[in-house]
């Protein structure tokens, strides 16, 4: 698995739930922020 997410450029992450929970927290602000200022949609 690790070596097919490789090829599409993604990296595992390594970590309990928890430190995953807790880091998507912390991310959220930061790319919510982005999203809103350039106005990026799903495609």
Do not use: I
């Not at 450029?9 to 982005?34: I, M, N, Y």
């Amino acid at each position: 698995m690790v070596d097919k997410l490789a090829t599409v450029g993604c990296e595992p992450f390594k970590g309990t739930a928890a430190q995953l929970a807790a880091l998507v927290q912390s991310d959220l602000p930061k790319w919510s922020r982005v999203v809103k200022e350039t106005g990026a949609t799903v495609d």
